[in-house]
């Protein structure tokens, strides 16, 4: 079945030093591909997402790549924060009238001071 | 953007009764709302697709007799945790999509704890 592998399972990065977060998945036909968010005790967050028709996306100190023929895709924090600290969670789904979406099993992201 | 609400926040309750979490869209009718279930340090897994209308469609190992799913209106959905037991204990999250404009997105509720003693 669908299935989304992301590393690394933990994450710890200097305050101002960039992050990056790699997930591959094995459904060609998947062609979104959202990334959140969660902090602890809470709902995951959207926090930006990125289209098959696309290879490249950014949003200030954020940005996904995506390589859909080695289907790999990849996150990106520029200059990180103590506030980014949290779990990350990659995901893959079809774009059709169902979007069940696979998650990856989560990045732990913590930043030093 | 859009807002999904879930009520309760958190839920303890005795082993054998029930609990009902409702999943609402504030400001969007959503057609389709999605259940999740999420163990500490874990990832989220799909439970069941809620069709608004139509019986819910369960994954591959998730017991319907057991997570009773309605999804009555445009913008509610409910999951009943029938019979709890402890192994039911998780954080239970739920999404709905937005199809209405040119982007199809889904958004997260804040999720349930559920404690069952």
């Known amino acids: 079945g669908e299935n989304v592998e992301q590393h690394p399972s933990t994450l710890s990065v200097q305050e101002g030093d960039s992050a990056v977060i790699k997930c591959t998945y094995s459904?060609?036909?998947?062609?979104?591909f959202p990334w959140y968010k969660q902090e602890l005790g809470k709902g995951p967050q959207l926090i930006i997402d990125i289209r098959s028709n696309v290879g490249e996306k950014k949003d200030q100190r954020i940005a996904v790549t995506l390589n859909k023929t080695a289907k790999h895709f990849s996150l990106h924090i520029t200059e990180t924060q103590p506030e980014d600290s949290a779990v990350y969670f990659c995901?893959?789904?079809?774009?059709?009238?169902?979007?069940?979406?696979?998650f990856g099993s989560g990045t732990r992201l913590s930043i030093r001071p | 953007g859009a807002v999904v609400s879930q009520h309760p926040s958190w839920v303890i309750c005795k082993s054998g009764t029930s609990v009902k979490i409702e999943c609402r869209s504030l400001?969007?009718?959503?057609?389709?709302m999605f259940w999740y279930r999420q163990f500490p340090k874990q990832s989220l897994m799909l439970m069941a697709t809620s069709n608004e209308g139509s019986k819910a469609t369960y994954e591959q190992g998730v017991e319907k007799d057991k997570f009773l799913i309605n999804h009555a209106s445009l913008t509610l959905s409910t999951l009943t945790v029938t019979s709890a037991h402890p192994e039911d204990s998780s954080f239970y999250i739920c999404?709905?999509?937005?199809?209405?404009?040119?982007?199809?997105?889904?958004?997260f509720g804040p999720g349930t704890r559920l404690t069952v003693l």
């Open positions: 459904d060609s036909a998947s062609n979104y």
């Open positions: 400001d969007f009718q959503a057609t389709t």
């Open positions: 999404s709905a999509r937005d199809d209405s404009g040119v982007v199809d997105t889904q958004y």
């Open positions: 995901a893959a789904s079809r774009y059709s009238s169902a979007s069940k979406i696979i």
